[in-house]
């Protein structure tokens, strides 16, 4: 698995550019973290306010700067998860990590695309520790299991230094790295399947846009499962849709209630998905999983349209 470099720890003396190229490894970090890319801007962002509430003399101190910023960043995410949970308890429906475009496809929102700061979307590897496979997965983790494996398997911190951020023992973070571990291979999408990917979803997207119900159902396995995504804001399945005849119903029936909607191929996390907008707005961006005989086992359609923000106004065909 590829992981952004390591920090530095070899600096004596705080440098400005190099505090701020940070950012981009931190924005890493926090998204995988927290699988919400406006979290893990705050928590960022939260981070370097407390470098900079510290005196020059103070940061001039700190022998390696880029690893104290990564051990707040840490504990920040650490302290964010914790009372995630007790609000995605109270959450409408299922919650669904942030879905990310692919920086080709990013746009901030603004009429004609004005070209402004880098966005977040620039500062994310979308590798396989992004896949939502891989941050549902994630979300089924304790907050310190999942932090300890972050750090230590995507980003090869050693447990050394991931203990001095999670605040447990060496061993103990080896272990809950282990325990994590067992999770994803478990979850974990064939090579083949996810390399067959593309071609899957665009027979899904045909299908869909034709009515075929009999073609949805060849393309999903008979033990699928949908999850929607729309915290309360728009309509969705407030539990997830189970089997592939009822999906494919499912699917036809909400074309049904929305006509108009138009359809596109789009990288979702680093993998093929589908987006689907209307009157040339981002409404909902599906995710899938398959099984290893390339049939669609999973799908994660978000709606809810604060974790749209990246999307919105993402109209190229």
């Not at 695309?113 to 304790?142: H, K, Q």
């Not at 728009?234 to 909607?261: F, S």
Request: hydrophobic share 40%; aromatic share 6%.
């Amino acid at each position: 698995m590829s992981s952004p470099s390591v920090p530095e720890h070899d600096r004596c003396e705080p440098d400005l550019s190099a505090i701020v190229g940070e950012r981009r490894r931190l924005i890493n970090l926090a998204y995988r973290l927290l699988g919400s890319l406006t979290e893990a801007e705050d928590a960022v962002q939260e981070t370097y306010t407390r470098w900079y509430a510290m005196s020059r003399q103070q940061q001039e101190a700190i022998a390696s700067p880029g690893a104290w910023l990564t051990t707040v960043a840490g504990r920040v995410c650490l302290d964010v998860l914790g009372s995630a949970r007790a609000r995605r308890e109270r959450y409408v429906g299922a919650w669904i990590p942030e879905p990310l475009p692919d920086r080709a496809q990013w746009t901030d929102g603004r009429a004609g695309g004005g070209v402004g700061p880098a966005d977040p979307a620039d500062r994310i590897t979308l590798d396989e520790s992004v896949t939502m496979a891989f941050l549902v997965v994630l979300e089924s983790m304790t907050p310190a299991e999942r932090v300890a494996f972050v750090l230590h398997d995507v980003f090869r911190y050693p447990f050394a230094e991931v203990a001095g951020i999670v605040g447990r023992t060496p061993a103990a973070c080896r272990q809950l790295a282990s325990s994590a571990r067992r999770r994803i291979r478990v979850a974990r999408t064939p090579a083949a399947a996810a390399a067959g990917q593309a071609t899957v979803v665009r027979h899904f997207k045909e299908a869909w846009e034709s009515g075929d119900v009999a073609a949805l159902v060849g393309l999903l396995d008979p033990d699928a499962t949908m999850t929607a995504d729309g915290g309360g804001l728009v309509g969705a399945a407030l539990r997830p849709v189970e089997g592939g005849e009822r999906i494919a119903q499912y699917l036809i029936h909400m074309a049904g209630r929305a006509p108009g909607l138009t359809l596109l191929e789009r990288t979702v996390n680093g993998r093929p998905g589908l987006v689907a907008q209307h009157a040339g707005t981002t409404v909902s961006v599906a995710a899938f999983g398959l099984t290893g005989g390339g049939r669609i086992a999973r799908i994660w359609a978000v709606r809810n349209p604060e974790k749209l923000r990246a999307w919105t106004g993402n109209g190229r065909n």
